[in-house]
């Protein structure tokens, strides 16, 4: 389901630095372009509702207690900045997430009009790919510090595949029985966000960088709430090479009314980064 979205996005990425570009101002602060990858320290919290046909009706399983999944993991980070004009940035970034759990249920839970029974073992795989398209317009530029407006999309999709035992009818609709079963749930979180940005030139071989949005939307079938915050320092031991050790968090909660899938999902992303960049 994702190969295709990822083909997508690296080839119009690459279609977009293709383009002849018109030289933007040298600034201490800013980069003209920049690739970053690494490693992001990710603890990760959430909880994921599915209702099936009837609204309200599906139990809120969160990822750790209900489904036994680390809440604590590495993921691989990687993003791109280009400055085409003096005041124009743009960024895209990604990283994903796949993670497997098996947890002894102490409770019936119910998921997409199954009913998950107490007692049973429930096998579960979740994986998650997030897209990040941010815009910034540096609206103030000093010798050594800049502020930006910045406006953007965050979008998640996920997939969560559930093994496990479920209640069912016995014959003849009389009393209950069980057998096991799987289910499943997956969507697409497109979320836009507005922010600012501020870059600060500490030495010539440091920076920091901080970057804050949020956004209340309630756009098509998707009524959701979005906060995202970047902070960290870039250390340059080369012109053109840094080491980035930073800070950041993210949190969607979002309502989805959707043929695919219809509940809430909420996923908050927080922990440190540390990325190689090589910029120009």
Same mark, same amino acid.
């Given at each position: 389901?994702?190969?295709?979205?990822?083909?997508? +996005?690296?080839? +119009?990425?690459? #279609?977009?630095?293709?383009?002849?570009?018109?030289?933007?101002?040298?600034?201490?602060?800013?980069?003209?372009?920049?690739?970053?990858?690494?490693?992001?320290? &990710?603890?990760? $919290?959430?909880?994921?509702?599915? @209702?099936?046909?009837?609204?309200?009706?599906? =139990?809120?399983?969160?990822?750790?207690? $209900?489904?036994?999944?680390? @809440?604590?993991?590495? #993921?691989?980070?990687?993003?791109?900045?280009?400055?085409?004009? $003096?005041?124009?940035?743009?960024?895209?970034?990604? %990283?994903?997430?796949?993670? $497997?759990?098996?947890?002894?249920?102490?409770?019936?839970?119910?998921?997409?009009?199954?009913?998950?029974?107490?007692?049973?073992?429930?096998?579960?795989k979740f994986t998650l790919d997030t897209f990040g398209f941010t815009y910034r317009y540096w609206a103030w530029i000093g010798d050594e510090a800049a502020f930006a407006l910045t406006g953007g999309l965050q979008a998640y999709s996920f997939d969560l595949k559930l093994d496990g035992t479920v209640s069912a009818n016995g014959p003849g609709g009389g009393?209950?029985? =069980?057998?096991?079963?799987?289910?499943?749930?997956?969507?697409?979180?497109?979320?836009?966000?507005?922010?600012?940005?501020?870059? %600060?030139?500490?030495?010539?071989?440091?920076?920091?960088?901080?970057?804050?949005?949020?956004?209340?939307?309630?756009?098509?079938?998707?009524?959701?709430?979005?906060?995202?915050?970047?902070?960290?320092?870039?250390?340059?031991?080369?012109?053109?090479?840094?080491?980035?050790?930073?800070?950041? %968090? &993210?949190?969607?909660? +979002?309502?989805? &009314?959707?043929?695919?899938?219809?509940?809430?999902?909420?996923?908050?992303?927080?922990?440190?980064?540390?990325?190689?960049?090589?910029?120009?």
């Amino acid at each position: 389901m994702r190969s295709p979205r990822l083909i997508v +996005a690296t080839l +119009a990425l690459s #279609l977009s630095f293709a383009v002849p570009v018109v030289h933007a101002d040298d600034h201490p602060m800013l980069d003209t372009f920049s690739v970053s990858a690494g490693f992001f320290a &990710n603890n990760f $919290d959430g909880g994921l509702r599915a @209702d099936g046909q009837v609204k309200n009706s599906g =139990t809120t399983l969160n990822f750790s207690r $209900d489904l036994g999944q680390d @809440d604590s993991r590495y #993921l691989p980070y990687f993003a791109v900045s280009w400055r085409p004009w $003096d005041r124009h940035e743009f960024e895209f970034s990604y %990283y994903h997430d796949s993670t $497997d759990g098996n947890r002894t249920l102490t409770r019936n839970l119910q998921f997409n009009n199954q009913e998950l029974v107490v007692g049973s073992t429930l096998r579960s795989k979740f994986t998650l790919d997030t897209f990040g398209f941010t815009y910034r317009y540096w609206a103030w530029i000093g010798d050594e510090a800049a502020f930006a407006l910045t406006g953007g999309l965050q979008a998640y999709s996920f997939d969560l595949k559930l093994d496990g035992t479920v209640s069912a009818n016995g014959p003849g609709g009389g009393g209950t029985a =069980t057998r096991q079963a799987k289910a499943k749930a997956n969507t697409d979180l497109p979320d836009p966000s507005i922010g600012v940005a501020f870059r %600060y030139q500490m030495a010539s071989w440091a920076r920091l960088t901080a970057d804050l949005g949020a956004f209340k939307a309630n756009i098509a079938d998707i009524d959701a709430t979005l906060y995202n915050a970047r902070v960290g320092v870039e250390f340059y031991p080369f012109e053109n090479w840094a080491v980035i050790t930073q800070y950041s %968090y &993210n949190k969607i909660d +979002a309502d989805v &009314n959707k043929d695919r899938f219809r509940g809430n999902a909420t996923f908050r992303f927080s922990g440190g980064q540390v990325l190689l960049k090589y910029r120009f």
